[in-house]
């Protein structure tokens, strides 16, 4: 169901609800810098939880969430995730109920305030442009996933500019593999059609998320009975997909 965008609602979004959250994001990031030493606090993800929230409730967006259950209390994991757009991140960080890292892109460290709150809440910055500090971060993700704290990532590297479903980068398999570590799809829709790549206004759609059951990477072998990275990045990108209808 997507509802017809109205001035209204266009006037509402830009004079109301994006100057709010506009300061809860800064105290958001102020918050988390001042808590740094507790960054995996329970207090300190209720309040980012919060902010992610805020920007579903104060644009009117219907979100509903399937597959809790499949989330093991105390276990960490890889969750991959498909990319619509920036939405998918308030929704994974608003109801994904796991403390987790996300993997980054390196230019989301420049814009003031968010890239030194995520600093400090112990996101990972990934150099996609540079093969030895790629690695590196991956390195830093894989120190970071203990006890139960994990890591999301968009494999696709960037937001869909129509709605498919891309081709997925090795990088969170090969956390995965190195760790073995489960991998659970996460599967976004409705997020596309709120805000796509490149459009200036927000549209009232609801957003849906599905948590799917975790994948053992260690089941995917070649004909040789080696890791077959290709095959299990397959089926993780077609778990996603499928979930995106449930």
Known sequence: MKYILTPFYILYQY??????????????AVFTICTVHWRNAEFVHKVQQFWSRSFFWLMFLPVSVKGQEHIKKGQS?????NHQSMFDVWL?????????KWLMKAELRKVPFVGTGCKAAGHIFIDRRNAKAALESLREVENQLVGGVCTVIFPEGTRTLNGEVGRFKRGAFQIAMD???PVIP????????VLPKGKPFVHRVPCKMYIGEPI???QFKDAEGNPDANAAIEAVRNAVIDGMGK
Do not use: R
Not at 15 to 28: D, E, H, K, N, Y
Not at 187 to 193: K, Q, Y
């Open 77 to 81: 994991y890889v969750f991959v995730s």
């Open 179 to 181: 760790l073995s570590l």
């Open 186 to 193: 996460l599967s976004l829709d409705g997020c596309f059609d």
């Open 92 to 100: 994974i960080y608003g109801w994904l109920p796991v403390i987790f």
């Open 216 to 218: 053992d990477l260690k």
């Open 15 to 28: 004079l109301i609800a994006w100057p709010i959250l506009c300061g809860l994001t800064v105290f958001t």
